[in-house]
């Protein structure tokens, strides 16, 4: 069965950083793009980032580009999110989420297949 499973959320200050870490199950993730979404209070969800199918592409939104890397190890079957300078805006629960055969990263949320139960993180001082 097909699980994604997040962990690494916490409270973390303003500056700090955090390592989110998706893991995967049931499939073979190399075939798999992986994206990272998130949901702040009072806001929609929205893409942060996103490894392409067998590591291809990557994408980072505006707001969070030169500050989260995202990676894959397909052997692993993990898929990590490191934030870096964290800002409360940051703030919100994030989710891995998988779409099979996708190298060019969906933006739309509606194109994932697979998502996992999500992971909060909390910046604050």
């Known amino acids: 069965q097909v699980q994604l499973v997040e962990s690494g959320g916490g409270l973390v200050q303003p500056g700090g950083s955090l390592r989110l870490t998706c893991k995967t199950s049931?499939?073979?993730?190399?075939?798999?793009?992986i994206a990272w979404f998130r949901q702040a209070p009072g806001k929609e969800r929205e893409e942060v980032s996103c490894?392409?199918?067998?590591?291809?592409?990557?994408y980072y939104s505006d707001s969070v580009k030169g500050r989260f890397t995202i990676s894959r190890d397909n052997a692993r079957k993990t898929v990590t999110l490191l934030m870096n300078g964290l800002k409360p805006e940051d703030t919100g629960v994030y989710y891995c989420?998988?779409?099979?055969?996708?190298?060019?990263?969906?933006?739309?949320?509606?194109?994932?297949?697979?998502w996992g139960q999500g992971t909060q993180v909390t910046v604050s001082s």
């Open positions: 989420a998988g779409e099979i055969l996708r190298d060019d990263c969906s933006r739309n949320a509606e194109d994932y297949d697979y």
């Open positions: 490894s392409g199918s067998g590591d291809r592409s990557r």
């Open positions: 049931g499939f073979t993730l190399s075939h798999y793009a």
